[in-house]
């Protein structure tokens, strides 16, 4: 058998060693290889998690202006037929008696009630009757200030023409498709609940501003 030299040995690490730096190379490469097809993946992932985020964001924007516009039509159409009482006024006093009013039972709703108090005779578009309060609500398609003025005079004589409801808190609303601001500022200093559309369903325009004064509140009218 013959001796290999040193320099045999030399050789065989240096040919050993060559394979193992080209092997470690080719593992390399490779390795980068994966790593970069997987942040291709993930790049490509979030450009389609982005792209759905904004189809979603187009829909729902679309689905809100559809919706507004369903509701202006609705809207549209009862203040057309003069059924914006029974269509819109009266079936949100009814949630709100129970939803933001807290009342524990509704005893009474009346709709359109004619009541004579001496020689006058005057009619209420709303009446919720809860055991300690009672929601007094009007409607009006074109709302104004004159007509805010009026409904608080309406709400100071309600006593008047129903007795029977004395020593139950009197809350009263004024309700419409749309209120200006200007009518939300004259009701919010009489006393009186806005209630006018908002992004989904009517909603309490100057309920925050009510109820913060209400505790402290000493005039009416």
């Avoid at 030399?10 to 490779?30: C, H, I, P």
């Avoid at 009266?90 to 129970?98: E, G, Q, S, V, Y």
């Amino acid at each position: 058998m013959p001796y290999a030299t040193i320099e045999d040995r030399v050789d065989r690490l240096e040919a050993l060693f060559g394979q193992f730096m080209t092997q470690m190379a080719r593992q390399n490469k490779q390795a980068e290889e994966r790593h970069k097809a997987a942040e291709e993946r993930n790049q490509a992932a979030e450009e389609r998690h982005k792209a759905a985020e904004e189809r979603m964001a187009r829909f729902e924007a679309e689905v809100r202006s559809w919706r507004k516009d369903i509701n202006k039509q609705w809207g549209d159409l009862a203040n057309k037929l003069g059924t914006i009482i029974e269509d819109i006024l009266a079936p949100n006093l009814r949630r709100l008696a129970r939803d933001h009013f807290q009342f524990p039972s509704i005893d009474d709703f009346m709709i359109r009630r004619s009541r004579r108090h001496g020689q006058t005779e005057t009619e209420f578009d709303t009446l919720v009757v809860g055991p300690d309060a009672v929601i007094l609500g009007e409607a009006k398609s074109t709302p104004s200030i004159e007509y805010a003025e009026a409904f608080a005079d309406k709400g100071r004589s309600f006593f008047d023409y129903f007795p029977e409801y004395k020593g139950r808190r009197l809350i009263c609303v004024f309700g419409s498709w749309a209120i200006p601001d200007p009518v939300v500022e004259r009701l919010t200093a009489r006393g009186i609940y806005a209630l006018r559309m908002g992004e989904e369903t009517m909603e309490l325009a100057n309920a925050a501003a009510l109820e913060k004064q209400r505790p402290t509140r000493q005039k009416k009218g």
